[in-house]
């Protein structure tokens, strides 16, 4: 299940938001859902916001004995649809 974020629709006036969807929550939903309208504490109107993406930052392409020690099968192209494993 997917973790979707939501955020007070105006998170600047504590008379329409509570101290949780004021900041900020985490909510683990399934796909098939539709997103919350209403803070599940306060039942002010919230609204889903789009989460940071947690990406690895490679600085160089992997070499051959890299890739072999971290476990992946390394196959090399020796003619049309044929591979040789190194």
Request: glycine share 4%; aromatic share 6%; net charge positive.
């Amino acid at each position: 299940m997917p973790i979707y974020e939501y955020l007070s629709e105006q998170p600047d006036d504590p008379e329409r938001s509570c101290r949780i969807c004021r900041q900020g929550f985490e909510l683990r939903r399934p796909i098939d859902r539709a997103p919350l309208e209403k803070c599940l504490a306060c039942r002010n109107p919230v609204r889903k916001v789009i989460s940071k993406v947690n990406t690895p930052k490679v600085a160089k392409p992997l070499s051959v004995s890299d890739a072999k020690s971290a476990g992946f099968t390394i196959l090399e192209k020796r003619d049309k649809g044929v591979y040789e494993k190194l």
